[in-house]
């Protein structure tokens, strides 16, 4: 592959632009950054999901894993274009056939996290992506769960960073955001 192969097709296009800010979702005082107008918008997506697929290529992945839901919006395509795998981290009763899990705190409660038994070769190389990293505590689960089935996690990708929320913090891998707001 040619150092052109994930080329920028349009450097001067600011993704920003075709993200929607919606004030007091979901609930009050949030401000929620709608990545559903840049999918939405063919030229946008798919200059995003170039710029995406340039760093996540640079962790050389066996395998990429989406968080739920949103995290599927960009691992599934990075993972065609970039010829990998592509497994799924989901809540419980979501996976066909045996699963691990994982509980996790969160601000306000715990979740849960699952993977299938059979999703990962022990020593696989995994890049997580998600659509944004906010406190952390979702993207640094994934990275547990993925490590307790065997992976070897290699990085993490998110569309949309909130760095005043500082949940870099809590990731222990190399991260790539595409795009960060200063909170």
Excluded at 31 to 39: C, E, K, Q, R
Excluded at 40 to 65: C, E, G, N, S, Y
Excluded at 150 to 155: D, L, S
Aim: net charge neutral; hydrophobic share 45%; aromatic share 6%.
């Amino acid at each position: 592959m040619t150092d052109n192969a994930y080329a920028d097709p349009q450097p001067e296009i600011n993704l920003k632009d075709f993200i929607r800010g919606v004030p007091d979702f979901p609930k009050p005082g949030i401000l929620f950054y709608d990545i559903s107008t840049l999918i939405r918008h063919a030229d946008a997506w798919q200059i995003a999901t170039a710029r995406m697929a340039r760093a996540v290529a640079a962790f050389k992945p066996d395998i990429l894993a989406g968080i739920e839901s949103r995290g599927f919006l960009t691992a599934a395509p990075l993972a065609q274009r970039l010829g990998c795998g592509f497994i799924m981290l989901r809540k419980p009763g979501k996976l066909p056939g045996k699963t691990i899990s994982l509980q996790y705190g969160l601000e306000y409660g715990a979740d849960e996290l699952h993977i299938q038994e059979d999703a990962i070769i022990p020593g696989q190389r995994v890049v997580v992506l998600d659509d944004l990293l906010a406190t952390g505590g979702t993207l640094a689960a994934s990275i547990a769960l993925l490590r307790k089935v065997g992976a070897k996690v290699v990085g993490a990708s998110v569309l949309i960073e909130l760095t005043g929320l500082k949940g870099r913090e809590k990731i222990d891998t190399d991260l790539n955001a595409l795009i960060s707001y200063d909170m």
